[in-house]
């Protein structure tokens, strides 16, 4: 019993901090800016393959670092998602009816990467080591976990630290949150609302290429999991209340777990783990775990 209770919150708590950083980089963008952004799964596949092209060598830096891999991940994804808001979001923010613009232009650049991404790399799954550093096991009650699932762990937990002390303690996160609360008010205060928001939307792509980066070393990086992830990071926002950072946090910790214990007893029901838990919490709290009436 105690063995099992080990291994769940291990592989559970494990699961959750990358989902977590999937989702928290989708509720940052949404908190802010309002857009329930389909293409950040995209974002999360490209920073597992860009982590494993450097991790491996195969790459152009032909470095085979693997945290060489999950930085440049991070940055270079966060990139590209600061591109995509100036470029494809940013027109539609005056439109009326902008909020359903979004909504198909982002699922228009998920099957647009996530097409290229097969045509460019091809369907097969590629796999990279857990680096070498954490490659051990921890004995905890006897029972032998991975290194790599505690650091995940930790590592998710002092990032959720971060963004918060960042966004509550800092005049960005001040300014940040004037502008989610009013943007027009904000701007006439002198905040730079434009440039603001395309640094959020930066650092939630980078945050959802820094999961996909931490990830590749667990799960098959392919064109497709991408498409995967960003259903469960769409319950997790929904689940902890739209918008709502510890919402996010605290509704993808409740997905790892609850996925790690089916797992255990009954892994042919592992995919309806997400639906199922969304739908019970929904009826009891229409408005997330979390969140609030009338929010968004």
């Known amino acids: 019993m105690i063995e099992t209770l080990i291994i769940v919150l291990s592989e559970g708590l494990a699961k959750g901090m990358v989902l977590f950083l999937v989702a928290a980089g989708l509720t940052v963008i949404f908190g802010v800016l309002g857009v329930l952004n389909f293409a950040h799964g995209s974002f999360y596949m490209l920073g597992a393959y860009l ?27 966060g990139l590209i998602g600061a591109l995509i808001e100036l470029t494809v979001i940013r027109p539609t923010y ?26 460019v790399w091809g369907t097969e799954f590629r796999s990279i080591s857990v680096p070498s550093e954490l490659s051990f096991r921890v004995s905890i009650a006897g029972v032998e976990v991975p290194a ?12 959720a630290l971060i963004i918060w002390l960042l966004f509550t303690r800092t005049s960005i996160g001040r300014n940040t949150r004037a502008a989610a609360e009013n943007a027009d008010m ?5 905040v730079n609302v434009p440039v603001l928001f395309t640094i959020v939307f930066f650092a939630g792509s980078a945050i959802a290429g ?32 739209l918008g709502s ?16 214990v089916v797992f255990q007893l009954a892994p042919q029901f592992r995919a309806f783990v997400p639906f199922a838990l969304m739908a019970i919490i929904l009826l009891v709290q229409p408005a997330g775990l979390l969140g609030e009436e009338g929010e968004h």
């Open 148 to 159: 790599y699932d505690l650091f995940l762990t930790v590592f998710g937990f002092v990032m």
């Open 94 to 119: 005056d439109m009326e009816h902008g909020a359903i613009y979004q909504l198909l232009l982002t699922f228009g650049l998920l099957l647009t990467i996530d097409s290229t991404a097969r045509w």
């Open 210 to 241: 820094l999961g996909g980066a931490l990830a590749s070393a667990q799960a098959a990086v392919s064109p497709d999991m991408g498409e995967s992830v960003i259903i469960e990071s769409f319950i997790v926002v929904v689940l902890g209340g």
């Open 51 to 77: 982590t494993f092209f450097v991790a491996t060598g195969t790459g152009p830096l032909f470095f085979e670092s693997f945290w060489l891999g999950v930085v440049l991940a991070a940055i270079i994804v």
């Open 245 to 260: 950072f510890a919402g996010a946090f605290v509704g993808a910790l409740l997905i790892g777990l609850a996925d790690a």
């Open 186 to 190: 904000a701007n006439v205060l002198g």
